[in-house]
């Protein structure tokens, strides 16, 4: 059997890493979210962008994985199980530091960072946040001068290609896949469910929370990450009826 797993912001939050919403009081809270996460921010405003990213970069170091990315780690060594395939919206290092190897990132990752200018790979010195600071200064590239900025995908930009196709491999030949802690609504990855379901694959949703997939979905559970995942193999035959 061939697992693809798509993973959004809710698995990653039960390790406490909160989504930009979450933060309600913060420091954070009066900025709009596409004035941190868009092409336009970062032109008009890229120390307050940078210093939001570095702390959230910081922040998930301070965290660990959850019950949940163990789980689909653990899923490659489930008898009967020949591929596991992670295929996440998250920017964090969870799912890889929980042991899970194919971990394709749709949207960037907080750990890896380029030069906005040359495109150059920055792996230099950065500084330390252990609070939320509104402005910091990014670092300058070596090559050209150009400032640096996380290899994150924002609003206004298109999706690696490279973790794209792999995402699109992944399902068109998964014979499950499980869509967990995600919305639905950003596209294009939520149309992956789509492209298992043509193929007559089963989807299962585990989400404690309705979204636009549950009415298609195969299954749908309406339980979090870290209680559904650990048990969602041994419950399978009896979840499609079997």
Request: with cysteine.
């Amino acid at each position: 059997m061939r697992i693809a797993v798509l993973s959004g912001a809710g698995i990653s939050a039960e390790s406490g890493v909160p989504t930009f919403r979450d933060d309600k009081n913060g420091l954070w809270a009066r900025f709009d979210p596409y004035e941190l996460s868009s092409t336009r921010g970062w032109a008009e405003h890229p120390e307050r962008v940078w210093a939001w990213y570095l702390w959230r970069h910081h922040l998930v170091q301070r965290v660990q994985p959850n019950d949940g990315h163990r789980a689909v780690a653990a899923w490659g060594n489930h008898p009967g199980v020949t591929d596991v395939a992670v295929i996440t919206q998250n920017v964090d290092n969870l799912h890889e530091r929980a042991g899970s190897a194919a971990v394709h990132h749709l949207h960037g990752s907080l750990f890896e960072f380029r030069c906005d200018s040359c495109g150059s790979r920055y792996t230099g010195p950065l500084q330390d946040v252990d609070e939320p600071t509104l402005e910091l200064t990014p670092p300058v590239c070596a090559l050209c001068a150009g400032l640096i900025r996380p290899s994150i995908v924002w609003f206004g930009e298109p999706l690696p290609e490279r973790p794209w196709q792999a995402a699109v491999d992944a399902v068109s030949i998964a014979d499950v896949l499980v869509v967990v802690g995600t919305s639905g609504l950003v596209y294009p990855a939520a149309g992956l469910p789509d492209i298992a379901l043509s193929r007559g694959a089963v989807v299962i949703e585990v989400n404690p929370e309705a979204t636009p997939l549950s009415g298609t979905a195969t299954v749908t559970i309406r339980e979090s990450a870290s209680t559904a995942l650990p048990t969602l193999l041994e419950r399978l035959p009896v979840l499609l009826g079997g």
